[in-house]
């Protein structure tokens, strides 16, 4: 009876082993709605980029964005709502303005508001890297550089000292996640310059949470 018993136990063991072995080996697919949308096209730097999920049901979460308790500050807790007027939005909607640039939309622009470093590791298909510190002066950006990216960039035009903002382009800007000040310093500024709120949208996820559910990156 007691080899029984070890004879079992040691069976139910390796059952256990090979369990989550067996379940990978069989991946179900992983699309990004539910409804089946799969993938989305976008377009990054003139070639087309697929964009999907990672299809591996054993897939784990990205190293770069594992740890949780980064020193706060500088990386503390970003709310919801950022400012009056500021958008927050999701992946999904993120994948929406995407596919609408990709289809002609020039009225939109994603910006990347990470320094080089970490866009290296990857970014968003679709994105243009705007550094925050590029925007903020405190960081040496002066009002000349500021000022032929309102104008280059974003489609804002300067009128006797003002800026107008008529034709100014939908900007959707991200950085590393709901830990990151760097887009959110970018877009207090920009409020600061008068840029209209309802042309600028937060994705507060970012990286993080792109990487985590195992959407496409692409690297300069």
Same mark, same amino acid.
Request: with cysteine; proline share 6%.
């Given at each position: 009876?007691?080899?029984?018993?070890?004879?079992?136990?040691?069976?139910?063991?390796?059952?256990?082993?090979?369990?989550?072995?067996?379940?990978?080996?069989?991946?179900?697919?992983?699309?990004?709605?539910?409804?089946?949308?799969? *993938?989305?096209?976008?377009?990054?730097?003139?070639?087309?980029?697929?964009?999907?999920?990672?299809?591996?049901?054993?897939?784990?979460?990205?190293?770069?964005?594992?740890? *949780?308790?980064?020193?706060?500050?500088?990386?503390?807790?970003?709310?919801?709502?950022?400012?009056?007027?500021?958008?927050? &939005?999701?992946?999904?909607?993120?994948?929406?303005?995407?596919?609408?640039?990709?289809?002609?939309?020039?009225?939109?622009?994603?910006?990347?508001?990470?320094?080089? !470093?970490?866009?290296?590791?990857?970014? &968003?298909?679709?994105?243009?890297?705007?550094?925050?510190?590029?925007?903020?002066?405190?960081?040496?950006?002066?009002?000349?550089?500021?000022?032929?990216?309102?104008?280059?960039?974003?489609?804002?035009?300067?009128?006797?000292?003002?800026?107008?903002?008529?034709?100014?382009?939908?900007?959707?800007?991200?950085? !590393?996640?709901?830990?990151?000040?760097?887009?959110?310093? !970018? &877009?207090?500024?920009?409020?600061?310059?008068?840029?209209?709120?309802?042309?600028?949208?937060?994705?507060?996820?970012?990286?993080?949470?792109?990487?985590?559910?195992?959407?496409?990156?692409?690297?300069?």
């Amino acid at each position: 009876m007691g080899i029984q018993k070890t004879l079992a136990g040691a069976l139910v063991a390796a059952a256990m082993t090979i369990a989550p072995f067996a379940a990978h080996a069989e991946n179900k697919p992983v699309d990004i709605t539910f409804g089946g949308k799969s *993938t989305a096209q976008v377009m990054h730097k003139g070639k087309m980029v697929t964009i999907q999920r990672v299809q591996d049901n054993g897939n784990s979460v990205d190293a770069s964005f594992a740890k *949780t308790s980064r020193p706060c500050p500088p990386f503390c807790i970003q709310p919801i709502s950022l400012a009056p007027g500021i958008e927050t &939005i999701g992946e999904n909607e993120m994948i929406d303005y995407l596919e609408k640039m990709t289809a002609g939309d020039d009225s939109i622009l994603v910006i990347d508001s990470r320094t080089p !470093n970490w866009v290296e590791r990857g970014q &968003i298909p679709g994105a243009v890297n705007i550094p925050w510190t590029k925007l903020n002066t405190a960081k040496g950006a002066d009002p000349l550089s500021i000022g032929e990216i309102m104008e280059g960039e974003f489609g804002a035009t300067s009128f006797d000292g003002l800026w107008k903002f008529g034709k100014a382009k939908t900007l959707v800007m991200y950085c !590393n996640g709901m830990w990151c000040g760097q887009s959110p310093t !970018n &877009i207090k500024a920009l409020l600061d310059f008068g840029y209209p709120a309802h042309k600028i949208k937060w994705y507060r996820g970012g990286m993080q949470n792109w990487a985590n559910l195992g959407l496409t990156t692409v690297k300069p």
